[in-house]
């Protein structure tokens, strides 16, 4: 094994030791309205964080029940994502992003407009399915038409991640401060703007459409080694990270702080620092060192954070500030896990994608309900502890997998290797 410094060895992909020349900055118009449209729909995710315990008040909910509007959100968008691409790459790019786009709409509008905790938890669930056509699809776009490489269209995309997070519960917040309706009405009305900024900003000559993937191309992908390494690992890190987001709330709110503002602007300031991390640390960190050095060090410094919240979870201002800083550690992995996975065969990236994202939401999906019994069952400690163990697990995963994923390294593959790949995503 040869590790290897020629972008062409590895399809579209950035070398190891850093990304292609060109400015981030410098993308095309049809770029930045992907990315728009991305931040209002990472917003969603971090949305109804502030807003939980007003829910939960409101309409007479427990917390696990309230857990269920981010369970049944990732668990649809995790499963839809599996089939993403075999429908994008029939119809095409601008109309798959527009139908989720439109989906979302219709669906945070009549959360909006619910009457029960119930009516909010099947809504989600359709936003969940808009926002798996959305993302899955907007994450291949944004890659395949950047300027710069690879590399600098998932720090794009990552960006576009952390600045949704960071903009998410500071909107939450705000508007969850009037009503916890306003949340809701708030991201359609964003969304719908993302809608005309797609038609009137990506055109439909402008895209690129991939040859048609067969249905079960993404579940066929999970068999190559370095792609179920990274899903594999991207489940158990997913339920950390929404251990952290889900939970934390009902943490902060055991001791007190339960409004929208003050809660939403703790989740600002996480946010904010997940984007910077994954703009600028996470790729100033895979200049000087192997992308997977990098996650064998993050994990586990987001687990000491996690285990740090479990024992500390009397004090409030501990839990703010480890929040806060776990925003950094989050940051860094989220881009370079989405490195990995899309650099660790040479699948098409809608392909890679869909099976990719897929698993990672259903890890998300699992993490709350389960943070909410076991808060409620032995104490508000418990689930951040939980949140470690699964992280020791990812850890494990990588560490355990690291011949896989030789070529997210930057290592060029055996030609047998390679050759395992081929016809993974041809047409039917």
């Not at 190891?16 to 992907?34: D, E, H, K, S």
């Not at 055109?203 to 190559?224: D, H, I, N, V, Y």
């Not at 934390?248 to 300031?269: K, S």
Request: include cysteine; hydrophobic fraction near 55%.
């Amino acid at each position: 094994m040869t590790r290897t410094d020629d972008p062409a060895d590895l399809g579209t992909a950035q070398t190891a030791t850093g990304p292609t020349r060109g400015g981030i900055l410098n993308q095309p118009i049809a770029v930045w309205a992907v990315a728009f449209a991305c931040v209002v729909s990472f917003m969603g995710i971090g949305l109804v964080d502030p807003i939980l315990p007003a829910i939960a008040n409101s309409l007479r909910a427990t917390p696990a029940q309230t857990e269920l509007l981010f369970t049944t959100y990732l668990l649809i968008t995790g499963a839809a994502m599996f089939f993403t691409s075999w429908l994008s790459t029939r119809i095409g790019t601008k109309k798959t992003l527009l139908i989720g786009l439109a989906v979302i709409v219709v669906f945070a509008a009549l959360a909006g407009a619910s009457g029960s905790v119930w009516e909010i938890i099947g809504f989600r669930a359709g936003w969940g399915l808009g926002n798996a056509l959305f993302i899955s699809t907007a994450l291949a776009a944004i890659v395949g038409a950047a300027s710069g490489g690879a590399s600098q269209a998932i720090v794009l995309y990552e960006a576009a991640l952390g600045l949704g997070m960071a903009l998410g519960p500071l909107l939450g917040g705000l508007l969850g401060n009037v009503s916890w309706r306003g949340p809701f009405f708030g991201t359609a009305t964003l969304m719908a703007i993302g809608f005309v900024a797609i038609v009137t900003m990506l055109r439909q000559g402008s895209e690129t459409r991939p040859a048609p993937t067969r249905l079960t191309a993404p579940f066929r992908g999970l068999a190559r080694p370095g792609l179920r390494v990274m899903a594999s690992a991207a489940l158990f890190y997913n339920m950390g990270f929404f251990v952290l987001l889900a939970y934390t709330p009902f943490a902060l709110a055991d001791l007190g702080l339960d409004a929208a503002i003050p809660l939403g602007l703790i989740f600002t300031g996480w946010g904010v620092c997940l984007a910077i991390a994954s703009v600028w640390i996470a790729p100033a960190l895979t200049r000087r060192m192997r992308r997977t050095t990098v996650l064998t060090i993050m994990i586990p410094l987001l687990a000491v954070d996690l285990l740090l919240v479990a024992l500390l979870v009397r004090s409030m201002a501990a839990i703010i500030v480890l929040v806060i800083v776990g925003g950094i550690f989050l940051g860094i992995l989220n881009t370079v896990l989405t490195e990995c996975s899309m650099e660790a065969t040479d699948l098409p990236r809608p392909v890679a994608s869909s099976a990719y994202s897929g698993v990672r939401f259903i890890g998300g999906a699992i993490a709350p309900p389960v943070a909410a019994w076991l808060g409620n069952s032995f104490g508000p400690a418990v689930p951040f502890y939980f949140g470690t163990a699964v992280l020791v697990i990812s850890t494990l995963i990588v560490v355990s997998g690291r011949r896989a994923l030789r070529r997210a390294d930057g290592v060029t593959e055996d030609i047998e290797d390679e050759a395992e790949a081929i016809g993974i995503g041809d047409a039917d």
